[in-house]
């Protein structure tokens, strides 16, 4: 028995087949509940994924959850953003951006180049990502360092006398190990001690022929909004992009320098006799009565965007800096509370310090989590095992391992 089949009729079957697995699909899809979080669950094991950002975002949930999940490690810019425009480090190592498309929000062109990222930091229109391979991509508005110039690639030269054998030269962009940003610029620091800087020359986007030959045996690269300062192994210190009026400075900061820290406006050296070297880009000097108490008696320093505080060698503290920051003058109180401590925690506005008794103490602005709200008081009172700090706000580890947030966006 033969049985025929109209080849119209065959074509239409396969059609319709297709469109009813479709809605099947689409109905299964959108039955499907939205993935919704709360503060207050415990996120400590949720995988960033695209997934999981995208339901953030629908669900217009704080991004302070993404943050809580990488809690532990701080070291690492896991969450960015910069004017107009956010990026995330997913846990597979890929980025998700939003925002501005000219400031970055949009990474569609570099997207499938940011694989295994391992860090990342914004100027003020743009993105820089680290990879694990020791290479950089850049987005964003060029004139913010969001396009690194062709002379920083990989290019060939004639080799054996023949334009036809060509051997590559090594690109300046390889092996890094650290990257910082300025309001509109990029630095990398090499693994061979050298830097590469990038974006508005004013900025520090462009390091001299002067300069560059100085930067070498680099072991750490820092900024400002306004510049860079780099710490060789012998203890020297330079910054760029050069200021005539800080040619004093410079005299000061020759084998003498253990590390340096930094606000949005200046730069502080720890020397090794104890005493401070503190610069300005922009901004008031240290007055004269704070640089004496400095004198030869600082162990280290702590900073945020606006303020520094020493731990002298007596264990007394001195800040200075916006005082809504926490740069004010410490109270006899405070000195009192801050007995025997060792460590200030700082967000981007605020500082925290775990006690002796394990409860916590704060100051500086109640948006960075300068002030912790009244509601959470008494979970912290003599609970507290570690500090995290955000960058408006702090996360408090309890002994109990509840983590408690309070800041910017609530707690």
């Not at 940011?114 to 020791?134: D, H, I, P, Q, W």
């Not at 300025?182 to 300069?211: C, H, P, Q, R």
């Not at 020493?310 to 916006?322: P, R, T």
């Amino acid at each position: 028995m033969k049985f025929c089949c109209n080849p119209n009729t065959t074509t239409v079957a396969i059609y319709l087949l297709f469109i009813l697995l479709w809605m099947v699909l689409f109905i299964k899809t959108s039955k499907q509940d939205k993935i919704t979080f709360d503060l207050d669950d415990n996120v400590k094991d949720l995988l960033i994924t695209q997934d999981v950002v995208q339901a953030l975002l629908e669900n217009n949930q704080n991004m302070e959850i993404l943050k809580l999940k990488y809690s532990q490690y701080t070291d690492q810019k896991i969450f960015n953003k910069n004017e107009n425009a956010w990026a995330i480090i997913t846990d597979e190592g890929d980025v998700i951006t939003g925002g501005d498309d000219r400031d970055g929000g949009d990474s569609r062109h570099v997207q499938l180049q940011l694989k295994n990222v391992k860090m990342m930091v914004s100027s003020l229109s743009a993105f820089l990502a680290l990879l694990s391979n020791g290479s950089v991509i850049a987005w964003g508005e060029e004139s913010c360092g969001g396009k690194i110039s062709q002379k920083l690639y990989k290019h060939h030269e004639p080799c054996c006398f023949s334009f036809s054998c060509r051997k590559p030269i090594q690109t300046q962009l390889q092996n890094i190990k650290m990257i910082v940003s300025s309001y509109t610029a990029f630095a990398t620091l090499l693994e061979d001690g050298s830097v590469v800087a990038w974006g508005d020359e004013n900025f520090g986007g462009k390091i001299t022929d002067e300069m560059q030959f100085k930067l070498k045996n680099i072991t750490k690269i820092f900024s400002t909004n306004f510049a860079f300062a780099a710490l060789t192994d012998d203890g020297s210190v330079f910054t760029w992009p050069k200021r005539k009026d800080r040619d004093d400075i410079q005299i000061h900061l020759q084998q003498n320098v253990i590390n340096i820290f930094s606000t949005n406006l200046a730069f502080t050296a720890l020397l090794k006799d104890g005493s401070i070297i503190t610069w300005e880009y922009y901004g008031d000097k240290i007055s004269d009565e704070i640089q004496i108490q400095l004198n030869q008696n600082v162990q280290t320093i702590f900073s945020n965007d606006a303020a520094f505080i020493a731990l002298l060698k007596n264990g007394n503290f001195i800040a200075w800096g916006l005082e809504r920051y926490g740069g004010g003058k410490i109270t006899e109180e405070m000195q009192d509370k801050l007995k025997n401590t060792k460590i200030i925690y700082s967000s981007s506005m605020a500082f925290a310090a775990i006690l002796e008794n394990g409860s916590i103490f704060t100051w500086g602005h109640e948006d960075g989590g300068g002030k912790i709200p009244d509601e959470i008081q008494y979970k912290l009172i003599e609970n507290v095992k570690l500090i995290f700090p955000q960058e408006f706000g702090f996360i408090a580890v309890c002994y109990n391992n509840e983590e408690i947030y309070w800041g910017r966006n609530g707690y």
